[in-house]
Structures are given as C-alpha cells and as structure tokens.
C-alpha cells in the first residue's frame, strides 16, 4: 500500500537554526498536505502544495512539493522555541471507491529547540 | 467560532468495560474521521464518513464500532476496550473536494485503559 516516510524522525536544534524534514512518497500524489502538532496538542493544518515544483513561505516556514510530485520538503528558518512539536506531511489515498477523502500520514518528525 | 469539539477530553477504562468516545462539529463538514494516535507515531485512520456512507479500514478490529446519527455528530465505540487500545483518539473533519481536502482535528480524547 501507498507508503509515506519522512526523515528524520527527531532533531534537536539549538535556536536560532536551521531545521528542514524531508517526506518522500512511494507513490505520486495529486497534493502534499503539512500539519503541525504541538506537544499534548492535535494536529493543525499548515498548508496545500498541488503543482509540481511548488513552492510556498509562511514567513519563516518554506515548503516545497518535487517535480515528480512524490517528495517534499518543510525548511524552518532561524527555529524559536514555538517551532517545537512534530511535523506531519500527508497526501490523499485514491486507492478505492471513496478513499479520496482519505490522507495517508507520514511517519513524522519530532522537533526540539533549545533555547 | 466554527470548530470540531471532542468529549470527554480524557476517558479512564476497565478492562473490557465498553467506552463511547464523542464528536460534534459546526463546520458542516460532510466528511468525519476517526484517528487513533499512540506516543510518537502517526494518527492510524480508524474509519471515515462521507455523510451516512461509512467507510472501515481495513485493519480496524471489529471492536471499534462507529454511528453518526446526523451531520454534526459522529461517535465511536470501544466495546471491549484492551490494554493496547489505550491511545490518543482524534475526531476530524473535512469538506469534499476533489484531491484531498485539509483536515481540520478536533482536541482529541485521551483512553487510559486499567
């Protein structure tokens, strides 16, 4: 079945880095969705990647869907102390009758800042 | 404020006891999720709905039982909760659109199982 892996799966950075996870796919997706769950939190919806090659900035945070449209990225810019929680990539599953509405997660990664 | 609210937030079990676990939204959203979320891993899609039509994944035990009576409210059910089912349970919620709309989760609800 359609397998979505993300490395790493923890990183501890000091603040003030750079912190970027990698999502990769085994099959090809029609849109790349990122969430961010805080710590005892749920996940929140960040943002849609749909174009191949797309790339889109929420200030500090730049996210990146690959030309072959099974791989993406998330790159945080100068980390802060709120950036701490683990980020999901997630994309639909069309495999059957209904399963569009359907996401399948990525394996996560965790990040930690210090301050 | 336009939300996906989860009931209780935290839910203590027996062993065996059966548990309901609930779900109200006010986004009229036409699709609802359950989720089962263990300590560092992703959310494990129980089963959706896409309005009354009700879609079971295929490795859910069949001791996981869901209803949605309306629009608003889905509920799940434990029936005889284990060890193993202790776990974070998330509600979510969706607008169908083509190509896999954004997710919008409620708090979840905590199971502890004794």
Request: proline share 6%; hydrophobic share 30%.
């Amino acid at each position: 079945g359609q397998q979505v892996m993300q490395i790493p799966q923890y990183q501890h950075v000091q603040e003030g880095e750079d912190f970027t996870t990698y999502c990769n796919s085994s099959t090809t997706l029609s849109n790349i969705q990122w969430y961010k769950q805080r710590p005892g939190g749920h996940p929140v919806f960040l943002i849609q990647l749909v174009k191949s090659g797309e790339v889109k900035k929420q200030k500090r945070l730049t996210f990146q869907f690959g030309e072959a449209k099974k791989n993406s990225s998330l790159h945080i810019t100068a980390t802060q102390t709120t950036d701490v929680g683990t980020y999901f990539c997630a994309g639909p599953s069309f495999k059957e009758k209904s399963s569009g509405d359907k996401l399948t997660f990525g394996t996560g990664t965790r990040l930690a800042v210090r301050p | 404020d336009a939300m996906v609210i989860q009931n209780p937030r935290y839910q203590v079990t027996q062993f065996g006891k059966p548990v309901t676990l609930s779900c109200s939204q006010t986004l009229n959203h036409n699709v609802m999720y359950w989720y089962q979320q263990k300590s560092s891993q992703a959310p494990k899609l129980l089963f959706h709905y896409y309005d009354k039509d009700f879609n079971n994944e295929a490795d859910t035990p069949d001791n996981f039982q869901s209803r949605r009576p309306n629009t608003s409210f889905c509920f799940l059910d434990i029936r005889s909760p284990g060890l193993g089912d202790a776990a974070m349970y998330l509600c979510a919620t969706s607008r169908r659109t083509s190509g896999g709309p954004e997710q919008f989760f409620g708090p979840g609800t905590r199971l502890t199982v004794l």
